[in-house]
């Protein structure tokens, strides 16, 4: 069902669950292109872009938003037809423009004037809250980045790796979202994207630092990350070459004793088995060798 809010002369269409007849309204009223209705129709995220026509633009951006166990980033859509008069915004999956819509109702129906007098600064309000909701998200991976850099030297690496797998599928999510609308953006200030109001670049201008800042930021952790997951691989490389050393030894000093109390352990008559101070100079010997060993390991510095 297309909902509408009257903006002076602009409107505001929204369309939270669209069906077919949404659609065919778009394609019989507005003459939409039907590859822009097909890309509504697609279950499959699209690539942020912006398609221009000679009377109207479509735009899909995305958001980043966590799961509902809050441990994984998946990207939302967000499509937007853009005239000179109004503004048409598909589906509910941004609850952000749901909320905008909501409000924009509201001050509506109690007779409030509106700080609106074009579509794309209309635009550039709804592009500027979804910005701002993706700001916070960024920032908590980079919590996540200094939290597994705090546990980096914990002993229970299964966490450790957990964390760093996990931040790192974040981090390569944000590169997929913010990047391309990097270019969109500055599509948006350098004017190739001419919109239908003069004296815009200032304020596209303004996504785009933003959208830079944001793609800054998830570079940086990126480096970290990445960073962090070497320190890591050396870390378990270097406790499992200590350990494989200590077991190493720990063979090299048993195996001797190994040898000489399985040759007295045979059922035949061996040299001094009789005699009474037999297991003394066996024990002896044992000893003595265990001695031996480890002075030797010592002094090379092998323990």
């Not at 916070?136 to 760093?164: H, M, Q, T, Y």
Request: with cysteine; aromatic share 12%; net charge negative.
């Amino acid at each position: 069902m297309i909902e509408t809010v009257k903006i002076g002369t602009l409107r505001w269409n929204h369309i939270n669950h669209p069906t077919e007849e949404d659609f065919d309204f778009l394609l019989n009223k507005y003459h939409v292109h039907t590859l822009d209705i097909e890309d509504c129709k697609s279950k499959v995220n699209q690539r942020p872009k912006v398609d221009s026509y000679d009377d109207y633009y479509f735009l899909i951006l995305h958001f980043p938003i966590f799961d509902k166990l809050g441990k994984f980033l998946r990207a939302k859509e967000t499509k937007i037809f853009w005239w000179e008069e109004q503004i048409t915004t598909i589906g509910g999956s941004n609850w952000v423009i749901g909320k905008m819509f909501q409000e924009a109702q509201d001050q509506e129906n109690r007779g409030e004037r509106f700080d609106v007098g074009t579509t794309d600064a209309l635009l550039y309000l709804i592009i500027e809250a979804i910005m701002k909701e993706s700001f916070p998200v960024v920032r908590r991976i980079g919590d996540d980045v200094d939290r597994a850099n705090r546990e980096l030297f914990d002993k229970k690496s299964e966490k450790v790796i957990e964390r760093i797998s996990m931040t790192r599928k974040n981090i390569i999510l944000l590169n997929t979202v913010i990047k391309p609308q990097l270019r969109i953006f500055l599509s948006f200030e350098k004017g190739n994207v001419e919109g239908y109001a003069e004296n815009m670049e200032d304020y596209w201008g303004n996504i785009h630092d933003n959208y830079q800042k944001m793609w800054d930021m998830v570079e940086d952790y990126q480096e970290l990350i990445e960073g962090l997951s070497r320190t890591f691989d050396s870390l378990m490389a270097n406790r499992t070459n200590e350990v494989m050393r200590i077991l190493t030894l720990i063979s090299s000093i048993i195996l001797p004793l190994t040898f000489i109390t399985g040759i007295y352990g045979m059922n035949i008559d061996l040299p001094g088995q009789h005699k009474g101070v037999a297991f003394s100079l066996i024990l002896g010997t044992l000893i003595t060798i265990v001695v031996v060993m480890v002075i030797y390991f010592k002094k090379k510095r092998w323990m």
